[in-house]
């Protein structure tokens, strides 16, 4: 059974960071794409970033690039989500997905985790 545990998040100031866990199960972790996505409130749910743990290529929201940084570490099922200089607007619930590769940061992803709460004060 696939599982994923997001975790990490929390209240952050604005242009502090945080970073975000997305701990793995019942897959081969090397072999997928491993996604962030958000969901504010009153808004649809968007891509963030995503990670294939295969080669390591990402791909990033152009609303996060320079700020966040997706990385994945193969030896303990885990991607994290480093959030540095985080704004007021990233204020969301996070998940993380997993599927076979990354498409862009289209939602296709078949396997989800809860969410956690990112919330960025001014």
């Known amino acids: 059974e696939v599982q994923l545990q997001a975790s990490g998040g929390g209240l952050a100031q604005a242009g502090g960071s945080l970073r975000l866990s997305c701990a793995a199960s019942?897959?081969?972790?090397?072999?997928?794409?491993i996604g962030w996505f958000r969901q504010a409130p009153g808004k649809e749910r968007e891509g963030v970033a995503c990670i294939n743990s295969s080669d390591g290529t990402t791909v990033y929201a152009d609303s996060v690039k320079g700020r966040f940084t997706i990385s994945s570490d193969n030896a303990k099922n885990t991607v994290y989500l480093q959030m540095n200089s985080l704004k007021p607007e990233d204020t969301a619930v996070y998940y993380c997905?997993?599927?076979?590769?990354?498409?862009?940061?289209?939602?296709?992803?078949?396997?989800w985790g809860q969410g956690t709460l990112v919330t960025v004060s001014s």
């Open positions: 997905a997993a599927d076979v590769m990354c498409v862009g940061l289209l939602q296709h992803h078949r396997w």
């Open positions: 019942g897959f081969t972790f090397d072999d997928y794409g």
